[in-house]
């Protein structure tokens, strides 16, 4: 018995002494970001492996709310400035936001309706069952200015929270199509095509990021920031659909 209590002391040393001592550092981000921010996430701790990084995806709307309300975010990145400006106007961000990389809205069809839809303008069709964001969240307010300057008038068949419920519609075959991001099209593979919006219809998506007043307290947070700003950040960015624009803060 006294052999075993030893024995059993040193197990439990040796558990305790291997024990992470990592920082933890979360970061609120827009759901169009999922995916890259992901892999920037797995290739972040690799190269500190003294943070561990932990996301919460969702509408910029509810993310920034939920901020404002005391969630525990260190880091914001946002699908619009306007929901960066409320965190700022509630002095939750420190220092200044800075735009790290930008977007722009696509069309976004399933496969079974390729023959169907291949503009703005078949999404008026009857026969083309179409979702659409919520206009009270960053890519339903864009899509409602790409509509009203193409003349489209659309009555979508539900409205989505986040532009990750369009897509799943989309790619699930419960809607036609859908305006999304490109990012997200990029994301959705060979389970959808996307069409592009002339320019002169569709509009620039400015993403910015700060460091919340929180997360100042954190160094993971600006550690973060860098990396999504550095070369590499840019990189995997551009590779899901983004468009790097380099180091801005």
């Not at 532009?163 to 959808?192: N, Q, R």
Request: hydrophobic fraction near 45%; aromatic fraction near 6%.
């Amino acid at each position: 018995m006294k052999r075993f209590g030893i024995a059993l002391g040193c197990v439990v040393l040796t558990l305790s002494c291997g024990q992470s001592n990592t920082q933890s550092v979360t970061v609120f981000a827009a759901s169009s970001l999922q995916g890259a921010f992901q892999q920037l996430g797995s290739e972040f701790t690799k190269s500190h492996p003294e943070y561990d990084v932990t996301f919460s995806f969702d509408s910029s709307t509810q993310l920034s709310q939920q901020i404002i309300d005391g969630a525990p975010a260190d880091v914001f990145a946002s699908a619009d400035t306007s929901n960066m400006d409320l965190l700022v106007l509630n002095n939750e961000v420190a220092g200044n936001p800075g735009v790290f990389t930008t977007n722009h809205l696509q069309i976004l069809v399933a496969l079974s309706a390729v023959d169907r839809v291949h503009s703005l303008a078949d999404l008026s069709n009857r026969d083309v069952v179409v979702v659409l964001a919520a206009p009270d969240v960053p890519l339903g307010r864009y899509t409602v200015n790409v509509l009203a300057i193409a003349g489209v008038t659309v009555s979508p068949a539900s409205y989505e929270t986040s532009a990750s419920g369009v897509v799943s519609k989309v790619v699930s075959g419960e809607a036609d199509a859908g305006i999304v991001y490109s990012s997200d099209v990029v994301s959705a593979g060979t389970a959808a095509v996307g069409i592009d919006i002339p320019s002169d219809t569709n509009v620039e998506v400015l993403y910015p990021i700060a460091v919340t007043r929180r997360g100042a307290q954190h160094p993971g947070a600006a550690e973060w920031m860098k990396f999504v700003l550095s070369s590499r950040g840019q990189d995997v960015l551009h590779q899901y659909g983004f468009s790097s624009i380099g180091d801005q803060l």
